[in-house]
């Protein structure tokens, strides 16, 4: 069960669920059109893959579009050269278009969350929480594109200092229990998943994908 799409349309199907999930869309130029009017920037990513690998960012800005991808930036000032852009970047594969989420930072750098949930004897146990803060001048948070690793309660307490960080934390394990059940329905014989959620610059939490073959 590779395919962010699948999971994603899974998780859509509860309406408390929906609520925590970016919007998303197949990337195509009307999608992303919309999805730069609508909400300023986005992310593409392939619809299989991991690690942060040919994650996108394109961003509208007042005198066109700028993408980043790795520790580049590139301006552009008409959406049409933008898009030819992005396609001799992206890799040869499907991509989906991801709702831009304004992380929590700290120092400047977003942090994101990986919960990994493990099936063992017939039951689920949390096995870790920890954050994960980008590389300097990075906006993947991937440990192996150079991301540090924080305690989780330690990323909520430095990024979001006037939120309660066991609230968060019991949040995320509430989503963590419910997204499985869903999943395990849908797909029966998971038995490990980790979870990337983000914490906007509000406290609201977001799921941006679930992997089931996890680091």
């Not at 009017?37 to 893959?49: E, N, Q």
């Amino acid at each position: 069960m590779a395919s962010k799409w699948l999971k994603t349309e899974a998780l859509l199907t509860d309406a408390e669920v929906a609520h925590y999930i970016p919007e998303t869309k197949s990337l195509t130029t009307a999608n992303l059109q919309d999805m730069l009017t609508k909400f300023g920037f986005v992310v593409v990513k392939p619809i299989v893959g991991g690690g942060g690998y040919g994650v996108i960012k394109i961003a509208s800005t007042g005198s066109g579009y700028q993408i980043t991808h790795s520790f580049q930036s590139h301006q552009y000032d008409s959406f049409s050269k933008m898009y030819s852009a992005l396609f001799k970047i992206k890799a040869k594969r499907n991509y989906l278009i991801q709702q831009g989420i304004h992380l929590a930072r700290i120092n400047g750098r977003p942090i994101d969350y990986r919960v990994k949930y493990v099936k063992q004897d017939g039951q689920w146990h949390f096995r870790s929480m920890v954050g994960r803060l980008a590389k300097n001048g990075l906006f993947v948070t991937n440990l192996c594109k150079g991301g540090s690793q924080l305690t989780g309660s330690e990323g909520l307490r430095r990024s979001l200092p006037k939120v309660s960080t066991s609230a968060k934390r019991n949040e995320m394990r509430m989503l963590t229990r419910k997204c499985t059940a869903i999943l395990e329905a849908r797909f029966p014989g998971i038995g490990e998943l980790g979870f990337d959620y983000g914490l906007d610059h509000k406290g609201k939490i977001w799921i941006f994908e679930v992997n089931t073959r996890p680091l």
